[in-house]
């Protein structure tokens, strides 16, 4: 009997420690889903090649489909910068989509940026330094309207180069030459985030 006792009272122990540790975890988990938000990535909009593309390119009408379903949803889509913005000040961010676009294609602007504006959507172009201006990359003239409209620049270093396999010195200048070089370039607009090269770093 006074094993039984005993067993009873350690299964007791046991299972308040359990749904101690669950009701801890489920309300973190709670703060963490009201204090997070989707940033949705995306590089070309458009029509090409696969091949040539690598999957990094979406159709036109399936960009638009997925802004509007968004939308339809009363999600309200912005800037990572916006989204910072909104979490430094401790403000909702139910609701709310960050989109980026890396390397700064020209179909952004031919393609998403028209939706976007359709839409009232905003967000984040990460632009390679060197190839603004080259064929099939945005140019100053786009950059500038997109910046007018509202959308973000940040940075996607100056030659989108694997920054874990170069030297210090180099990646201080991929990384602070762009931001310098872009803030200087485009009236001042403050750089605040960088996409890494393929998403590779150390």
Same mark, same amino acid.
Do not use: C
């Given at each position: +009997? ?35 938000? $989707? ?32 939308s339809d949803r009363d999600y309200k889509i ?33 393609d998403a940026f028209p939706i976007l504006k359709?839409?009232?959507?905003? =967000? ?22 997109? @910046?007018?409209?509202? +959308?973000?620049? =940040? ?14 010195? @180099? ?8 931001? +310098? ?15 890494? $090269?393929?998403? +590779?770093?150390?």
């Amino acid at each position: +009997m006074d094993m039984l006792k005993k067993i009873s009272k350690w299964i007791i122990i046991v299972a308040v420690l359990f749904l101690g540790a669950f009701a801890y975890f489920f309300v973190d988990y709670i703060d963490y889903k009201n204090q997070s938000a $989707p940033i949705l990535m995306y590089h070309g909009i458009g029509y090409g090649s696969v091949e040539d593309w690598d999957d990094m390119l979406i159709g036109t009408k399936l960009f638009e489909k997925q802004i509007k379903y968004l939308s339809d949803r009363d999600y309200k889509i912005i800037s990572v910068e916006e989204l910072a913005e909104r979490l430094r000040n401790n403000q909702s961010i139910t609701k709310y989509v960050a989109i980026t676009f890396d390397d700064g294609y020209e179909n952004n602007y031919t393609d998403a940026f028209p939706i976007l504006k359709k839409y009232k959507a905003n =967000g984040t172009i990460y632009l390679i330094r060197n190839a603004i201006g080259t064929s099939g990359y945005l140019n100053d003239q786009q950059i500038r309207e997109m @910046l007018k409209y509202g +959308m973000k620049i =940040g940075s996607h270093t100056m030659s989108h180069t694997d920054l874990t396999t170069i030297s210090s010195d @180099l990646y201080q200048r991929e990384i602070t030459g762009s931001k +310098m070089i872009l803030g200087q370039r485009f009236l001042d607009v403050v750089i605040e985030s960088i996409s890494y $090269p393929n998403g +590779m770093y150390n």
